[in-house]
């Protein structure tokens, strides 16, 4: 399976990148506004979700040569046409969370 695929890399399929994607979602945000609305996230985590994000193609980093200089962050059309999908799959996750802890604990006890 193709690395960008694997749902259960958990850094990717949620934490700190869902939460980076909703909060740019109304607009275009700087770095210590992202940080200001996520909240409980590092400057180091949050850099590199940036990164990563911008990496794949889901968000576009704006720098304006300014001093000091001015960052923008801000979702590309591959990001916005993320969100819908990635909601419907956290909302099936919250739905079937019981059920997989189950068939997890069901696993531990037989091995």
Known sequence: MHQAFQLNDKARSGGPHR?????????TRRFNELMREIGD????MLSRTLKRLEQDGFI????YPEVPP?????????GHSFLEPM???VAWAD????????????????N
């Open 19 to 27: 939460l980076v994607l909703l909060t740019l979602r109304p607009g």
């Open 87 to 89: 909601r419907a799959l």
């Open 95 to 110: 739905q079937n969370h019981r059920t997989i802890a189950e068939a997890r604990e069901r696993y531990r006890g037989g």
């Open 41 to 44: 996230i590092s400057k180091q």
């Open 70 to 78: 001015r960052v923008e962050y801000s979702l590309t059309e591959l």
């Open 60 to 63: 576009t980093r704006t720098v």
